[in-house]
């Protein structure tokens, strides 16, 4: 990872014969970096031992490290790992919102050969937030295949496997709890996987790769995103890659308009009311640029929707409200009218 106050100040940290030299990770570089947990779409089977009491507690800005049994099963049989979890994030451990807290889990240095959690160091885990409610299972998937969404428009984006999660209590003081849940590839990984490297910057969206920004904004356009900022390092990846591209990665989208969570809110700046009332919130540049992305994501339309329909144990009726909303965003990229007036005439100049 490098800090630096800028980009100017970041690209100047690298010689002539490091990064700009770097050649893309071959296809069996990248199924390596990232096997076996994250080249493969199966649902995983989870067993999570632990003092459900303690860490669900645990919420504080002094959370602690939690010993965990982790059992997963795979074609490969029965595998059970010694781990530890510690509770994550910031409005999703605020127990006001969710009675259960998003997790980190962390790997030993060994123990996990021949697992699905081979070579892996710590992943965040997104769980369900509302124990006894069943739509926050629904958010979850939906959140989910907005990580696929994203995977089916580039390489650079964060890896995700979904998972059916049983949390048991060692002490026995809760009855077991089995939720969705998934998993999110390490930032380190997805960058190593794109031969690129993680940067924390103060740097302007304009400085950043104008096809690769123009995809991410269209895309938090798409799925009604406004919940997040390149400026700010908020929800947002920056990588450095081969030949100086510098490239934003997305990621958390619980507060989607796509979703519609009860919980979430626009920023009370925006001039909108809703989430489900889209805004955007990309910078002004060459118009051929945001028209390019546009295609991409009309020529892989059917794929997107495709994630959608074939999602084991989506709601038949948010599938329908959620391809309803994707529709009326496809409207839009389909009307040159539409398009200028809702995207290129609303861009950001400052």
Known sequence: MVRAAGLTAAFAVFTAGDLATQEPMTTAAVETAADPLFTSHA?????????????VKDVGDENQHHPATLTVWDTGGEHTVEIEVE?????RRNKRNCNFPPLRLAFPDSGTEGTPFAGQRELKLVVHCQDKKDEYEQYVLEEYLIYRVFNVLTDRSFRVRLARITYRDRVGKRDPLTKYAFLIEEHEAMAARNGCTVLEVNAHPL????????????????????????????????????????VAVPYDFDWSGVIGTPYAKPDRKLPIRSVRDRLFRGFCRDEAVYQQAARELLERKDAIYDLYRTQDGLDPKRLERTLEYYDEFYEILDDPRKFRREILDRCRET
């Open 207 to 246: 400085e950043f790769s104008p096809a690769e920004t123009a995809r991410m904004v269209l895309f938090q356009y798409m799925i009604g995103n406004t919940d997040f900022s390149i400026a700010y390092l908020h929800n947002v990846r920056l990588l450095m890659c081969p030949n100086y591209e510098s």
């Open 87 to 91: 509770t994550r994030g910031h409005f």
């Open 43 to 55: 649902m995983l089977e989870i067993t999570l031992e632990m003092d459900l009491r303690t860490v």
